[in-house]
């Protein structure tokens, strides 16, 4: 850890790469679209529907947490029904 931050004092920075670059993820972007439609199409999960009917993409879950006066901003990208297990599935 001395070593990293000899190199690198702010710690904010170690998560960045120079493989972060934007011709990189204009590369790798279409690669994991495809993955995504790919995993959709074999996966027996359905988007969960909300008793209000609604379908769980992009659901917002704010609140205010017991105790915290200030409100949270949260939206779950995707909420699936697993049909084999009977579950529900966050995915974010």
């Not at 850890?1 to 934007?22: F, H, L, Q, Y």
């Not at 917002?60 to 995707?78: F, H, W």
Request: net charge negative.
């Amino acid at each position: 850890m001395d070593e990293i931050r000899a190199k690198e004092p702010n710690e904010n920075m170690w998560r960045r790469t120079s493989a972060d670059g934007v011709a990189e993820w204009w590369k790798l972007g279409p690669q994991l679209v495809q993955s995504y439609i790919d995993w959709r199409e074999r996966s027996p999960w359905e988007i969960w529907t909300t008793p209000e009917g609604e379908p769980a993409i992009e659901l917002d879950v704010s609140g205010v947490l017991p105790g915290c006066p200030v409100e949270i901003k949260a939206y779950l990208d995707r909420v699936f029904f697993d049909p084999v297990f009977k579950k529900l599935w966050i995915v974010d």
